[in-house]
């Protein structure tokens, strides 16, 4: 599922006045210690606009400004009333948000239309390269013609129709029926009968099998990292060479914007958002048996992901 792939609440008009980053349009991609395609996810937005005013008053230190206030605020409080709004947790929270106003707002950011926002379309490129570099990780050491891949979170379907046209056995899962119903219906349009992907409707701890690859992108931003660390040693125990995963990474600075983003909700409810910081990631690998074999960050003004590659120790 996108990232999911967010640092900001997803109709939080705080974004608009962020400062903008020195490499806003430039991706990093890195090698073999340095290799890895380099990603990031910053989940959602979908932005209002402000006006030139705010805009200039805000400027500059307006991040360190509105870091005083983070603490005047109860964003887990705000959390807590979406669970019990839907009856459950973070999981819950997820499957209602992407089966009906996300799933519109992703589907339109992850398309083609041109009915997006200037942080939309932000997100919409930032995401691209993404795929592509994941991709391009998947594909730089052999073909994947007969190689098994479980694309985990698969959302409108972006990585797994690539990676089926490259030949792979690609089984694609997502929480949201909406979701799984838009990747499938553009796989038929975009693919041969024989080469597409087995699509089910399914969160990552249901999902069962042994797979070459497991892919899992954007998806870890919905859950704290209590959850996220059984996430990640459950698609572990399905990977037999390798597992790719991206996700929000916790920084000072990026863990600052999203406290902020927070304190402008906005009228739409959206996915709780959670930053993790590598060493946690790390760390949940090692503990069940895999190590961090490439690693890369990607960002773009409003996106911005951890890409790394884990194979068996």
Not at 50 to 78: F, H, N, W, Y
Not at 226 to 250: C, Q, T, Y
Request: charged share 25%; net charge neutral.
């Amino acid at each position: 599922m996108p990232f999911s792939p967010s640092l900001l609440s997803p109709s939080s008009s705080v974004s608009q006045f962020l400062p903008r980053f020195p490499n806003a349009t430039r991706f990093n991609v890195v090698t073999p210690r340095s290799r890895a395609a380099t990603i990031v996810a910053a989940s959602v937005t979908d932005l209002a606009g402000v006006d030139s005013t705010t805009i200039a008053v805000l400027g500059g230190g307006s991040v360190a400004a509105l870091a005083a206030m983070v603490s005047l605020t109860d964003p887990e409080r705000r959390r807590k009333l979406q669970a019990e709004e839907v009856g459950g947790g973070d999981k819950e929270v997820v499957r209602e948000y992407f089966n009906s106003t996300g799933f519109e707002r992703w589907r339109k950011i992850y398309g083609d239309t041109d009915e997006v926002n200037r942080v939309q379309k932000d997100i919409r490129l930032g995401h691209a390269k993404t795929v592509e570099n994941t991709m391009l990780m998947l594909t730089e050491d052999r073909s994947l013609a007969g190689v098994t891949v479980c694309d985990a979170g698969c959302g409108t379907g972006l990585l797994s129709i690539p990676l089926a046209k490259e030949g792979a056995i690609v089984s694609a899962s997502d929480i949201s029926a909406a979701m799984v119903a838009e990747a499938e219906m553009k796989a038929k349009s975009q693919l041969p009968p024989g080469n597409i992907p087995r699509f089910e409707v399914n969160d990552l701890e249901s999902l069962s099998g042994k797979y070459d690859t497991v892919v899992c992108l954007d998806v870890l931003i919905h859950y704290p990292q209590n959850k996220a660390d059984g996430m990640i040693a459950h698609l572990a125990s399905l990977a037999e060479k390798r597992v790719i995963l991206s996700f929000a990474p916790k920084t000072f600075y990026y863990d600052i914007l999203k406290r902020i983003g927070e304190l402008f909700p906005g009228p739409s409810k959206a996915t709780r958002a959670y930053l993790h910081s590598e060493a946690d990631v790390e760390r949940a690998l090692r503990k069940v048996g895999w190590k961090i074999s490439k690693r890369g960050l990607t960002t773009t003004q409003f996106y911005f992901s951890r890409l790394i590659e884990a194979v068996p120790m």
